[in-house]
């Protein structure tokens, strides 16, 4: 058989990049001819601009290992795997082990019709994870007693970071403090500093057992239970933080709120926390679904995304994305957060954790773990040794002569436990934790007192160490939904129902500009979900994570030898918590140098929404720079502004290529502009898809960039996270990368504290991008460069003739994506790009990028991995669509009704008895041939956004409301 051409040279065929990139060598020819282009290189040499090339029409050079095939990478991971060693950790400090019930870990975390799909943003396309996402919300709130729950934050840390700085909008007390009781989990601590000190804000550390201290503050923050395990009323010290005017936060352990009152029942404002322990595996730290919990009052406030229930243009209930006015990419530096990215797919497993236990289950897991932890307490009390706290839920601290010599004892034994210091032990019971461990634990300490009696660790399920006016009656959880799907045949279908009703990249191309929808490779998913990576602990010895430590190193010289800096953190956890540490760095070589006056972060109007947001919260002031007719940066504007703030420039925020998806020519004039008035260059690099293998930023000109993992380097969206947002930096900033202070090897020592809850933020979903890099290698992944760039190009050349697209640049191409202008047709017909969007849902469609950057616009990009079928496909959806808005523009249809503005159409609309439109039933669900044969049916029709605002409904709605 003759050997199949190949997109990398001199390799066998069908390796992976071979799968990974969409179209074959055939298709790639066909598509340059229709580009006008002889070769891949030759398209980029003409797109990209000279001056950022490693030489004349150069590519830049990687330095990678040769190319792993798919069995060959899933073995070196196997050996990975291996260098971590499997005990089981007992360390707490808001990480726990947890049982994911299979049905949620294969049906879920490992099925791509859950971890492919996209943010929300169309949600009559997405009702399935938005009902997921609803549980969710409707769980934690039912828990922390607040109403308002939102769709996920980050980690529990920085959800903490986030009521710090909720506290301070909406207080109107004068004060710059915020008290935080000294026993809370210190990663949480940490990152208030961090988070803080750019905002003025002064983190005031108080042992608030013995009350609040005098003074003003805005706000107050107490962990329940506390780090140290104790169970402490907090209700008095809410009462005085009131008092005062000051908001008050209660950082509250999930699985505890089960046994305990809630935070809302004990007079909290807000309430966060990490709902990890609700089966989500450990993954050395994440990802994991932090929460955020606020009153009626402050819902206006949130942080981060919020799924709300409206109505669909037939009046039934239909979710989506409520008060979405809030968020960074409307309000920009206005907004109540720079969250975008948040962690759906984990508050997916979380919320239907807690279906499939339903409030009983969940009791009894509450119960038989603090159960456990009695029986530790007594063996141990037995034995000679003092137990710190009378009052706790699951964890523990003890007193003994040498915490090392405890914790040698119970590694023997295969244990982690946490030396909280010298002298003092602590051990966290969770739902794995069996009667056998317990003995194993009371094993490794030994005896106190030889005099003492020493009966075995004994189980009594009624002992109960909470204080009794703390605790709890079941009242929560009381919607039917967590409730009717007990069996794992009805948990089973549920989750399939959910799923069949959403549209995710296992059925169609998602060509959502700026995203990077490409493919998640089965190889690249696996390892995720193995034991080795997934059960560590984040703060387990380091010497017992030589994988997944080698995983993150590979991954640090990886990325920078491909983005050409010098230093990379993986600790952010999001493309937004990157532009975070990289504004941080900025700032710190600033004020290291004496300039800390330096506080102007210029921004052009076409950036991403993040930016501005995220250099509010380094204590930035935003300027905007214009953009020319032609969507670049306004070079005189530029030069305007860096004169203007020739004192006090930090920075500039450009994205590269553009957010418009266009190679600027004048980039490296503007890194120049900036660097000669004093200011650092920040390249966002959510676009690297475009540029990988072909230009390097820290090589032309930036200073720093975040790199977006869940886009170009593989890790699916899930639904609207998980994420991974590396900074990279050139030399002169590495000093100033995040560190954590539970793990020096984090960062550097100089460092500027934690962004992330855990040492190497999500470190359970490295082994994707590693085995991306690993199995493409430098031919493969500058291949995908080109294809991606050819791919957007293609599409612009085809639809161009259907719809303008609005940017270019050299030679009229654009970069791995292309806008295409919907304003002149709506101007002359009515029909939008929203009537365009949910058009195309009937078409079986997900709908590009809408109105971001322009409005009005749709921002499309095929990514390297859709091959010609789909993209043809596509264009085939696309041009009888325009041939529909010349029906109406010719007056065939009418413009309040036709089948553009009544889309998308649901099976019920089509089946209705009556049918009153100007246009046919078969017109409007089959529109192109092909969808007879294979059809995608929208489960509710267009959604009233401005309703579900108006009536907020946060929470699971009850079965009635969807009675027909
Ligand atoms: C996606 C994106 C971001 C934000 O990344 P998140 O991971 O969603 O926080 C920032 N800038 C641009 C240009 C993006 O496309």
Known sequence: ???????????????????????????????????????????????????????????APLDLPEPAGEAEALTELRGLAARNQVTTSLIGRGYYGTHVPPVILRNILENPAWY??????????????????????????????????????????????????????????????????????????????????????????????KGLPDGEAFGVLVQYPTSS???????????????????????????????????????????????????????????????????????????????????????????????????????????????????????????????????????????????????????????????????????????????????????????????????????????????????????????????????????????????????????????????????????????????????????????????????????????????????????????????????????????????????????????????????????????????????????????????????????????????????????????????????????IMVTYPSTHGVFEGTITEVCRMVHEAGGQVYIDGANFNALLGWAKPGEFGADVSHLNLHKTFCIPHGGGGPGVGPVAVRSHLAGFLPNHPGQPDAGPHTGVGPVSGAPFGSAGILPISWAYVRMMGEEGLRSATEVAVLSANYLAKRLEPYFPVLYTGADGLVAHECIIDLRPLQKATGISNEDVSKRLMDYGFHAPTMSFPVNGTLMVEPTESEDLAELERFVQAMIEIRHEIDKVASGEWEREDNPLVNAPHTAEMLTAESWEHGYSRAEAAYPLPSLRQDKYWPPVGRIDQAYGDRNLVCSCPPPEAFEI
């Open 116 to 209: 492919t799909a996209y943010t929300p943003y169309q949600p009559e396309i997405s009702q399935g994870r938005l009902e997921a996402l609803l549980n969710f919300q409707t769980a934690v709130s039912d828990l922390t007693g607040l109403p308002v729950t939102g769709a996920s934050l980050l980690d529990e840390s920085t959800a903490a970071a986030e009521a710090m700085t909720l506290a301070r909008r909406a207080t109107k007390v004068k004060s710059d403090v915020f008290v935080v009781d000294s026993d809370v989990f210190p990663q949480t601590l940490q990152v208030l500093r961090t988070r803080a000190e750019p905002l003025g804000i002064e983190v005031v550390v108080a042992d608030l057992s």
């Open 229 to 651: 395990g104790e169970v402490r009323d907090p209700s008095e010290i809410i009462a005085a933080a009131h008092e005062r005017g000051a908001l008050a936060v209660v950082a509250a352990d999930i699985l505890a709120l089960t046994l305990l009152r809630s935070p809302g029942d004990l007079g909290a404002d807000i309430a966060v926390g990490s709902t990890q322990r609700f089966g989500v595996p450990l993954g050395f730290g994440g990802p994991h679904a932090g929460y955020m919990s606020v009153g009626e009052k402050l819902r206006r406030q949130l942080p981060g995304r919020l799924v709300g229930v409206s109505v669909d243009n037939t009046g039934r209930p239909a979710y989506r994305l409520a008060l979405q006015t809030r968020e960074q990419h409307i309000r920009r530096e206005k907004a109540t957060s720079n969250i975008c990215t948040a962690q759906v797919l984990l508050a997916v497993m979380a919320g239907m954790y807690a279906v499939h236990h339903g409030p009983e289950g969940l009791r009894a897991i509450a119960r038989q773990v603090h159960t456990h932890t009695v029986a530790l307490a007594d063996a141990l009390t037995d034995r000679g040794f003092e137990v710190v706290h009378e009052a706790f839920f699951d964890t523990l601290r003890v007193r003994v002569p040498s915490s090392a010599q405890i914790l040698d004892a119970a590694l023997e034994r295969g244990y982690n436990l946490l030396a909280a210091d010298d002298r003092t032990v602590g051990i966290s019971i969770d739902e794995t934790t069996t009667a056998a461990d317990l003995e194993q634990v009371v094993a490794a300490f030994g005896e106190a007192d030889r005099a003492a009696a020493k009966a075995a660790p004994t189980v009594d399920g009624n002992a109960d160490r909470v204080p009794g006016a703390l605790a709890r009656g079941v009242d929560y959880l009381t919607h039917p939904v967590f409730n009717t799907h007990r069996s794992e045949t009805a948990l089973l279908r549920y989750m399939r129902r959910l799923a069949d009703r959403d549209l995710a990249l296992d059925r169609t191309m998602i060509p959502l500009g700026s995203c990077t929808m490409k493919l998640n490779s089965t190889t690249e998913m696996e390892p995720i979900t193995w034991p080795e990576f997934g059960s560590l602990h984040p703060f387990a010895p380091l010497d017992q994570a030589g994988g997944s430590v080698q995983i993150v190193r590979d991954l640090e010289d990886w990325l920078a030898e491909v983005t050409g800096y010098d230093a990379v953190s993986l600790q952010p956890n999001a493309g937004s918590q990157g532009e975070l540490a990289g504004l941080l760095a900025i700032r710190g070589y600033h004020r290291s140098r004496n300039q800390a006056h330096r506080d102007v972060c210029l921004i052009p109007s076409s950036a991403h929404g993040t930016n501005a947001a995220s250099a509010v919260m380094a204590g930035m002031r935003v300027s905007v720079v214009a953009c020319d007719d032609g969507g670049n940066v306004d070079l005189d504007d530029l030069a305007a502004k860096t004169a203007k703030h020739a004192d006090d420039l930090a920075a």
């Open 1 to 59: 058989m003759p050997e199949q051409p190949s997109h990398v040279h001199g390799t066998p065929a069908r390796v992976f990049a071979d799968r990974h990139i969409g179209p074959n060598p055939a298709e790639t020819e066909e598509m340059l001819k229709t580009v006008g282009h002889s070769s891949t290189t030759e398209l980029m040499a003409a797109a990209v601009p000279e001056s950022i090339l490693t030489g004349p029409g150069r590519q």
